[in-house]
Every structure is written in structure tokens, then in C-alpha cells.
């Protein structure tokens, strides 16, 4: 077993599991009934909440809270201040907690900087969100999405580059970094 870093300033509530090679920095609290993998980097100021799971290798950057019922997949890359919700029409004087939708962030994915995700969603396997964009709708595999509310503005590889296809239509691309070959057709792209 691998020893895992948490740092004294940090909290982590009995019940947490955190897996190998885990990093927690400063004044980051985990709640008791959360899950993060192995070899993730959660930086200072995160927020896990309950019913929160978290995959390997994630890196989530300083100042992100992870409300309930949110689900992170393996090799997501969070970026600072990114926000989620989980509750669609809150209220100071109404209780919803048993309306939390649930989030999913799919692997691979970057949520940029400042990036607002609404819950009850999904976004696809190595999506890419711009920073300061506003997730209100599913996101589709490889999609850029970009802006308020974000809308797609075309695809990015696994390897972190623009693809040069358009959004709609047919079309193949050959990733000169990594030879992977992305296959768009009907308005989605494949990874081959």
C-alpha cells in the first residue's frame, strides 16, 4: 500500500474512503460517506460532500465544492473555483434534500476554471468546458462547450487539442500526438 497525504489542516470525517496516493491539501474537508480513488490531487479549499464519488487520478484545484450526489470519473481535471449544484430550485426556507439530482462528469473530462456545472446532468467521456461557461445540458463525448449557458463549439481529443472537424456532418481525424483516429458521424464523435 501506498501512504496517502493528508494534510493537519484538513478534515476527513470517519467513513471516508480515500484510496492510495491520495494528496488533501490545507482547510479541505471530506465527508463521511464519500468515496475518492487512488492518486488524486485535491487541492486547498475543496469541499467533499456525502454521496460524493470521486475516480482515480482526479485533480481537483483549489476552492471546488462537490455537493451530494455528484459522481466523478476516473482522469477528470477540475479546475479552480469550479461550482456544482445539486439542487435545482433552492430555497433558505425549503428542505430539498430529497430532490438532489444527480451529476455525472465522465472520464477524462476538463471543467475549467469558474465553470458552473447544473446538476442532473452528464458530460461525455473527455469533454472540455471552458472556463466561466454554465453547464445546463447533457454534453456529448469530445465536446468543447464554451460560454452562458454553454453551447458546443466543437471537439477536443483525448491528448487535449482542438479537433478539426465541424460539429455536425461526417468526418475523420488522426491525432498526430497519439495516432488515436476520432470518427464523427451522426453529430457525435467515436474514438476508434
Not at 484538513?10 to 468515496?35: E, F, K, L, M, P
Request: hydrophobic fraction near 35%.
Amino acid at each position: 500500500m501506498i501512504r496517502t497525504n493528508i494534510h493537519e489542516t484538513a478534515i476527513v470525517d470517519d467513513g471516508a474512503t480515500i484510496g492510495d496516493s491520495t494528496t488533501i491539501w490545507h482547510w479541505t474537508h471530506v465527508s463521511s460517506s464519500s468515496r475518492i480513488g487512488s492518486k488524486c490531487i485535491l487541492g486547498q479549499n475543496v469541499f467533499v460532500d456525502n454521496n460524493v464519488i470521486i475516480g482515480n487520478n482526479v485533480r481537483i484545484q483549489n476552492n471546488v465544492s462537490i455537493y451530494n450526489s455528484v459522481t466523478i470519473d476516473d482522469n477528470v481535471f477540475c479546475g479552480p473555483s469550479v461550482v456544482f449544484t445539486n439542487v435545482i430550485n433552492p430555497r433558505a426556507e425549503v428542505s430539498r434534500k430529497s430532490e438532489f439530482r444527480p451529476t455525472f462528469v465522465g472520464e477524462g473530462s476538463t471543467l475549467g476554471a469558474n465553470s458552473t456545472i447544473i446538476c442532473g446532468i452528464s458530460l461525455g467521456k473527455y469533454s472540455f468546458i471552458g472556463a466561466g461557461s454554465v453547464l445546463t445540458r447533457n454534453v456529448k463525448d469530445f465536446a468543447l462547450m464554451t460560454g452562458v449557458p454553454a453551447t458546443q463549439q466543437g471537439w477536443y481529443s483525448r491528448y487535449g487539442e482542438k479537433i478539426p472537424l465541424p460539429i455536425s456532418g461526417n468526418g475523420q481525424w488522426i491525432c498526430s500526438h497519439t495516432k488515436d483516429r476520432y470518427v464523427l458521424s451522426n453529430d457525435s464523435i467515436i474514438l476508434i
